[in-house]
């Protein structure tokens, strides 16, 4: 199949592209504050972090930015498929002496001088793969129980199955609910999406009693006084520090007393405590109130579009970029158990950050057929 660079209808969104370069910006700025510490113990080198995110987080998404949004999007209508596959089997690899395990998870890879998390890049290609399935409209799937529900949800069992195992229960859930979307404005019935979500509950529910730290992330939540010497307790007892020290206007920006020697994954999953720390509330609430912005963003842009295809990719890319973002900071404001899922655009991650600018390049792309 050719590649197609279609001459575009307009200039992309603006408004969009300013809101990825302001978060984008900004989270590589936090992430300077955020791991000088940690740096210059594990690496004797203050910008180690920073750096590494420059070289394979912006180097990669960059290039991957530039290509998605030049590349004419229904192009992965063709390829969705193969890529899911491909993909899901990099998923399995991480269960070889290919896979790399760090902090308790197997969620790496090792490809010669390359360490990447395959979990990752199915935030790309799980949801073109359902834009792609929905998006033929001749045949109706998203209300047909056996040629649309049990399809799509044997697929997402495989892939939620691979994840739990890495574990990467986090990503599967943000999977789920970003498709539970783009299945619904697909044309799905309601009771579709019940049986959907009642199955995803019982397995949830089964996953938390039957394994320790999940239980305890769930003990931690509701009794955080009683629990507080655990893992989990210390580590939202110590997010929560971070971002009460802050206060209304924060205590300046590389000044936070709380970083590498006592907030666990202060580069990743918890740098949004460091900000509130910083920035205070007003810093925190601006940040939030940008991935909002930038979510409803994209779903304006859903609204304009006339492709159906395009309307799922974006609707999924949407969800997946809003979901993320708030999952990451009510979880480290103890407003939902705590998860392990990044900051879009701003956690430490080169895997992350390239999808995300990847994906920020296709709806650029997009953007432009309006």
Request: glycine fraction near 12%.
């Amino acid at each position: 199949m050719a590649i197609k660079f279609r001459k575009a209808g307009h200039a992309p969104d603006y408004i969009f592209l300013a809101l990825i370069f302001v978060i984008s910006v900004f989270g590589l700025v936090m992430l300077t504050s955020a791991s000088s510490e940690l740096g210059k113990v594990n690496f004797d080198n203050t910008y180690y972090y920073v750096e590494h995110q420059i070289i394979y987080g912006f180097g990669i998404g960059i290039a991957g930015f530039i290509a998605a949004s030049f590349l004419y999007y229904r192009a992965y209508q063709k390829l969705a498929l193969l890529l899911l596959v491909l993909n899901i089997i990099l998923l399995a690899l991480v269960f070889t002496d290919f896979g790399h395990t760090a902090g308790g998870a197997g969620r790496w890879l090792n490809i010669g001088p390359i360490t990447f998390q395959p979990s990752e890049i199915l935030k790309l290609t799980y949801i073109m793969y359902l834009a792609a399935w929905l998006g033929n409209t001749s045949k109706g799937r998203g209300k047909n129980f056996f040629e649309g529900f049990v399809p799509l949800a044997i697929v997402s069992a495989v892939i939620a199955g691979l994840l739990v195992a890495q574990p990467s229960t986090s990503t599967v859930a943000i999977l789920l609910a970003a498709g539970a979307a783009v299945y619904f404005v697909g044309g799905a019935r309601w009771k579709y999406i019940a049986i959907g979500g009642l199955l995803g509950a019982v397995a949830l529910a089964a996953l938390i009693f039957l394994t320790p730290y999940r239980l305890s992330r769930i003990v931690s939540f509701f009794n955080p006084a009683e629990n507080s010497e655990s893992t989990t307790g210390f580590h939202i007892g110590e997010a929560l520090n971070s971002i009460g020290s802050g206060g209304v206007f924060g205590l300046g920006y590389g000044k936070s007393p709380i970083k590498a020697a006592r907030l666990p994954a202060s580069v990743n999953d918890s740098i949004f405590a460091i900000i509130a720390s910083e920035f205070g509330f007003v810093g925190a609430g601006l940040l939030a109130a940008l991935f909002c912005f930038l979510t409803l963003r994209i779903f304006w842009i859903a609204k304009n579009l006339r492709d159906r295809f395009g309307q799922y990719l974006l609707i999924g890319f949407g969800c997946i970029m809003g979901i993320q973002a708030f999952v990451n900071m009510a979880a480290i404001s103890s407003l939902i158990p705590l998860t392990g899922v990044p900051l879009p655009f701003i956690s430490y991650g080169g895997t992350a950050l390239a999808v995300f600018l990847t994906m920020a390049g296709i709806i650029t792309n997009i953007s432009k057929y309006t």
